[in-house]
Every structure is written in structure tokens, then in C-alpha cells.
């Protein structure tokens, strides 16, 4: 079947969008305004439902909880930002439409299998600032809705985007999944669905093989793609 040509206000309307996220300004913006709304939908949807569920499995009882790896665990916002600006701005809408499919599935999930992972006793953790940012974290992050973890999900997705950047974003986004059961704030079994969720979303709708053809072999900077962009 043909494929029917675009509108000449939608074909406008996306020229303008790609333009838009060529910019640093604006990729900026978008990820800050969207990781403030992720966030307090989360929160919404935390407090919303009572849990049901315990998906602990004798694995998570040898995972020792590491209260330094928190530092991994919250550098999960800064994967975010860091990946904004590196991602070529032919993938960067699938990717945030990605994320934020990626987290309707997760709320749709937690409704239905709404689990619970207590808050790990920190009166003992050391020093005191790392203590007061756990405590901190806590009155924000309710140890609800744990499957699958999207701090696994989103850092995966982000990760394998932009490894060809460098491999250290990958392995970057690998230690803030690890970190999810150092910190207790997930079980192994979170960590898995989160991993499969990213990866049916990497395949339905982020794709990089979707990317212009006439795009060069190399990634292109978003510096370069900023000279070259123009509203």
C-alpha cells in the first residue's frame, strides 16, 4: 500500500520539531521539563497503590547493601542530560518517546503488580551528608512500584544509544542497574524486567536503523548539528 504523503502543516510541524531538537536549549528544557513530570508521577502512582506482591528471590538476600553506591544510583539523572547532548538528533525523539512509553508500561504494570521493597535500615550510614541525602531520598521515593525498575529500564535504553559514543556511557548505565540492588532499592527481579522492558521498546519504537540514510557513517556532535540548525 502507498504511503499517504504528510500534511503540509504536519510535514512543517516536524520540520520545525527536528530543528528544535538540534539545540541545546531545547534538549534541555525538554529532558528537565520531563524527567520534573516523570518524577512526580511516579510519586503519584507510588502512593496510589498498596502493595501485593514480593518478588525477593534467595539471590537478593547475598547482595550486600552498599549505602556509597547511592551516588551511583541518583548519577542516573545526570545519564539523562549527559545523553541529551550526545545523542544524534535523528534518534533522540524515539529515544524520549521511548522513555516515556517506557514508564506508561512501568505505571500500567504497577497497577497490576504492585510490589514492595522496604527502605533499608541508614541510621548507621556514614558520613553525615550521605546520610541526610538518603533520608532525603526517601521522603521523595516510596519503596513502592518496583517492577520492573525504570531506573534499569531508562538507563539501559540510554546506555545502549549512545555507546557508540564511547563505551563508558554503556557501562555507565550498567552500574546504575547494579546499583538498584546495592542500594536495596530493587530486587533482582525488578532489574530483569526492567532490562526486557527497554529492550521491547529499543526494538518497536527507538530503532536506530531508523536513522537518514544520508546521515554520515560517524556520529555527528551536537555542536555540529547546532551550527547547521536553524529556526
Known sequence: ?????????????NRIWQRLVAKAWFRVVLVTLTGVFLSYSYKTVNESFSPRYDFTLPI????????WSGIIYWSYYGLFVGGAFV?????FTRAWVGVLVCNLVAYVTYFFFCAHVP????TYV??????DTYRGFYMLDGP???LPSLHCALSGLLGWNIRKHSKLWLAWALLISLSTLTTKEHVFLDLVAGWLLA????RTIVRPELDEPDEPAEDRTLGQEFDAATI
Not at 1 to 13: F, H, I
Not at 87 to 91: D, F
Open 1 to 13: 500500500m502507498q504511503q499517504q504523503p504528510e500534511s503540509p502543516l504536519v510535514e512543517r510541524l
Open 60 to 67: 537478593d538476600a547475598q547482595i550486600p547493601f552498599l549505602p
Open 87 to 91: 545523542m544524534r538528533t535523528t534518534l
Open 119 to 122: 527502605h533499608p535500615d541508614i
Open 126 to 131: 556514614q558520613p553525615g551528608w550521605l546520610n
Open 144 to 146: 513502592g512500584n518496583t
Open 199 to 202: 529492550a521491547i521498546v529499543q
